[in-house]
């Protein structure tokens, strides 16, 4: 851990101006600013002792925070309210991740890349893909690609999805379950779902919540399915390539559900968290190269359109299918 904190303390640099920016310009978010100063000074020449602990914080305090986020997920609140969604976000989920599997093979996108890009628009944006990363041992350039991608999405749908709900005439519940099935990031689905109304708002904020659970079961399948991938089935061991902060992560959230911290505490883990993933960017956009990102940086944004329009497309037919709109 000594190695580590010179490195870490770095990060610090970045990801502090980044937390500000983030709750002024809400609708981009803390971790994409981080993210792009982080790039930004990868440029420049640093000390090599650094190294390891921009590693550290880009892959170990990644996990962390997604375990320190359970602290403010209420898992009974969130399910029982949800419910009616449940339909809808089992089949976006599944367009994602085809969609994204099916043109990223064609776009010659590698695997990492495809899946997380699939996983932020299935699931929920940044979100997502940092608690999905580790699992599938993605490398800094396709987080990079990825949080990018989600990204231009988000600052779209803010704008673009009210504007398609109100010329259909949308009610303000099936626009919620639209923008909240739809939408990839939290802060975009309630900046969307509010400036529609004070309803839809509420209901896609909701709604959001639920399918932030799917990261669970997600994370479990590709840990499984990437060591399948990548080793002899004989030397298959679940305890090894188990990714136990999300198991944490459900001991958060069930510990905040029940009520034995208090709401303080719990608030306050919650944005540590939150200030966590801002840190854990910092670090991956310090390992990120600008140039690579630049060079092959429109196959992703396409896969990300592809993945976005047919997620968005498919969550207004199971509505309109279960006579939800």
Same mark, same amino acid.
């Given at each position: 851990m000594h190695n580590n904190?010179? $490195?870490? #303390?770095?990060?610090?640099?970045?990801? &502090?101006? @980044?937390?500000? /920016? $983030?709750? #002024?310009f809400p609708i981009i978010g803390g971790p994409v600013f981080a993210i792009l100063l982080g790039i930004l000074a990868a440029g420049f020449k640093r000390p090599a002792t650094f190294e390891p602990g921009i590693k550290f914080t880009g892959k170990k305090i990644l996990q962390y925070s997604i375990i320190l986020l359970g602290f403010e997920m209420n898992l009974f609140n969130v399910l029982k309210i949800g419910s009616h969604s449940f339909y809808v976000m089992i089949f976006t989920l /599944?367009?994602?991740?085809?969609?994204?599997?099916?043109i990223g093979k064609l /776009? @010659? #996108?590698?695997?990492?890349?495809t899946t997380l890009i699939g996983a932020g628009t299935a699931i929920c944006g940044g979100s997502a893909i940092a608690a999905l990363a580790p699992v599938i041992n993605a490398e800094d350039k396709d987080i990079a690609f990825s949080i990018s991608t989600i990204f231009l999405f988000n600052v779209i749908a803010v704008f673009l999805f009210p504007f398609l709900g109100h010329l259909i005439g949308m009610s303000d519940t099936g626009f919620g379950m639209w923008a909240g099935t739809a939408i990839n990031d939290t802060s975009s689905v309630v900046a969307a779902g509010y400036s529609y109304s004070t309803a839809a708002g509420s209901y896609a904020t909701i709604v959001k919540l639920t399918r932030a659970l799917m990261i669970v079961p997600a994370c479990v399948f590709f840990a499984v399915l990437t060591t399948?991938?990548?080793?002899?089935?004989?030397?298959?061991?679940?305890?090894?390539?188990?990714?136990?902060? &999300?198991l944490w992560f459900i001991v958060a959230s069930i510990i905040n559900t029940i009520g034995i911290i208090p709401e303080s505490i719990t608030h306050l883990l919650g944005s540590a968290g939150k200030f966590c993933i801002i840190l854990a960017m910092s670090a991956i956009g310090l390992n990120t190269n600008l140039h690579s990102l630049v060079k092959n940086g429109f196959r992703p944004i396409l896969l990300g359109l592809c993945c976005w329009f047919a997620v968005a497309a498919v969550s207004l037919v199971v509505q309109h299918v279960l006579g939800l709109i």
């Amino acid at each position: 851990m000594h190695n580590n904190i010179r $490195g870490i #303390l770095y990060t610090f640099i970045f990801a &502090i101006p @980044a937390y500000f /920016l $983030g709750n #002024l310009f809400p609708i981009i978010g803390g971790p994409v600013f981080a993210i792009l100063l982080g790039i930004l000074a990868a440029g420049f020449k640093r000390p090599a002792t650094f190294e390891p602990g921009i590693k550290f914080t880009g892959k170990k305090i990644l996990q962390y925070s997604i375990i320190l986020l359970g602290f403010e997920m209420n898992l009974f609140n969130v399910l029982k309210i949800g419910s009616h969604s449940f339909y809808v976000m089992i089949f976006t989920l /599944l367009t994602s991740f085809v969609v994204a599997w099916s043109i990223g093979k064609l /776009l @010659a #996108l590698d695997r990492c890349t495809t899946t997380l890009i699939g996983a932020g628009t299935a699931i929920c944006g940044g979100s997502a893909i940092a608690a999905l990363a580790p699992v599938i041992n993605a490398e800094d350039k396709d987080i990079a690609f990825s949080i990018s991608t989600i990204f231009l999405f988000n600052v779209i749908a803010v704008f673009l999805f009210p504007f398609l709900g109100h010329l259909i005439g949308m009610s303000d519940t099936g626009f919620g379950m639209w923008a909240g099935t739809a939408i990839n990031d939290t802060s975009s689905v309630v900046a969307a779902g509010y400036s529609y109304s004070t309803a839809a708002g509420s209901y896609a904020t909701i709604v959001k919540l639920t399918r932030a659970l799917m990261i669970v079961p997600a994370c479990v399948f590709f840990a499984v399915l990437t060591t399948r991938c990548n080793k002899k089935s004989s030397n298959f061991n679940f305890y090894k390539i188990f990714p136990w902060f &999300i198991l944490w992560f459900i001991v958060a959230s069930i510990i905040n559900t029940i009520g034995i911290i208090p709401e303080s505490i719990t608030h306050l883990l919650g944005s540590a968290g939150k200030f966590c993933i801002i840190l854990a960017m910092s670090a991956i956009g310090l390992n990120t190269n600008l140039h690579s990102l630049v060079k092959n940086g429109f196959r992703p944004i396409l896969l990300g359109l592809c993945c976005w329009f047919a997620v968005a497309a498919v969550s207004l037919v199971v509505q309109h299918v279960l006579g939800l709109i």
